[in-house]
Nanobody, 126 residues
Framework: QVQLVESGGGLVQAGGSLRLSCAASGRAVNTYSMGWFRQAPGKEREFVAAKRWTDAITAYVESDYADSVKGRFTVSRDNAKNMVYLQMRSVKPEDTAVYYC??????????????WGQGTQVTVSS
């Protein structure tokens, strides 16, 4: 398993932008899929976006997004720094939630997540 620490949450106006960061530590971090989930008050935790581990042959890194954030959010990872990012643009009040960094060796990154961060609050004001 890896250890995850998020940062970058805060208060942002609707239509604005925010970038979340997640620092990972542990062995072979680049062999894990990494991504983001969120949980709004009174709702279940839901998938937001993820990046698969780098393909050893093609160096291609597959991305996956929830329909609700496609075209607005971008997930990226820097394997040299063991970091994963979530760039949020054109945010909406319904994006308000606690955002969690997640890592696992499975793909797609949906269930049976092996590692979670502590979460960072994102609040979008209207």
């Amino acid at each position: 398993q890896v250890q995850l620490v998020e940062s970058g949450g805060g208060l942002v106006q609707a239509g604005g932008s925010l970038r979340l960061s997640c620092a990972a530590s542990g062995r072979a971090v680049n062999t894990y899929s990494m991504g983001w989930f969120r949980q709004a008050p009174g709702k279940e935790r839901e998938f937001v976006a993820a990046k698969r581990w780098t393909d050893a042959i093609t160096a291609y890194v597959e991305s996956d997004y929830a329909d609700s954030v496609k075209g607005r959010f971008t997930v990226s990872r820097d394997n040299a720094k063991n970091m994963v990012y979530l760039q949020m643009r054109s945010v909406k009040p319904e994006d308000t939630a606690v955002y969690y960094c997640a890592a696992d060796r499975s793909w797609p990154l949906r269930m049976s997540i092996g590692s979670w961060g502590q979460g960072t609050q994102v609040t979008v004001s209207s």
